[in-house]
């Protein structure tokens, strides 16, 4: 079944403007990692935030986890064109062996 | 060198034909995955193995098939195409079952059942 939500479905913003991605799953879980996948390619693997850790840095992107509201947000700062892209958040939930991933959201950066 | 390959990159074939897709990787990962992505983007699981073991086997038609010759392979067959089994098809791997450094994804197999 599907655990994750992206919010929103789709942004489009300027280029140098932060964009904010946000996600919610529903059950407990060990780690939280978003993705993100350009148009007729695989996904690519962000980062990764574990259940016990609140915010995470790598480059431009920051995300946080709060595990009480089941939710976590990625943002990029000062967007290019080629952060256009679909993101997606991915769950592994508590005791299980693959990861849950949300619907995604459409990213558009122009230029 | 690509780190996880799939073939094909297209597939377009008939109802009732029979296809596969393989899947290898040159990361010394331990498990692989196979994935679907409907129209609406949406990534579901099929299959995980590890080492060679299947490990999931999510509520999928037994039309598909998956088999790990070893660790490094992962192919997929399906019988029988239907209509809806059109989508993207993608493998991806891991180091191990916990996945810390994230799952490592191929190109996907764009299938289209006619």
């Known amino acids: 079944s599907q655990q994750g939500e992206e919010d929103p479905q789709a942004l489009s913003i300027q280029e140098g403007e932060n964009a904010t991605m946000n996600c919610s799953y529903k059950t407990s879980i060990n780690n939280l990692q978003w993705y993100r996948q350009n148009s007729g390619r695989g996904l690519v693997h962000l980062i990764l935030i574990r259940s016990n850790e609140r915010e995470k840095h790598s480059g431009r992107l920051r995300v946080t986890l709060d595990t009480s509201k089941k939710s976590s947000s990625l943002l990029i700062t000062a967007s290019r064109a080629a952060d256009t892209a679909s993101y997606f958040c991915a769950t592994k939930k508590t005791g299980a062996n693959n990861l849950f991933f949300g619907t995604g959201t459409r990213l558009t950066v122009i230029p | 060198d690509t780190a996880v390959s799939q073939t094909p990159k297209y597939l377009v074939t008939q109802m009732g034909n029979d296809k596969s897709i393989k899947c290898e990787q040159n990361l010394g990962h331990d498990t692989m995955y196979w994935y679907k992505q409907d129209s609406k983007k949406f990534l579901k699981i099929m299959f995980s193995y590890n080492n060679k073991e299947l490990i999931i086997n999510e509520t999928v038609p037994n039309r598909f098939s998956p088999k790990s010759p070893d660790k490094a392979h992962l192919n997929l067959h399906i019988n029988s195409l239907e209509l809806g089994d059109s989508a993207v098809y993608f493998c991806?791997?891991?180091?191990?079952?916990?996945?810390?450094?994230?799952?490592?994804f191929g190109s996907g197999t764009r299938l289209t059942v006619v």
């Open positions: 991806a791997s891991s180091q191990d079952l916990v996945g810390y450094d994230g799952y490592t």
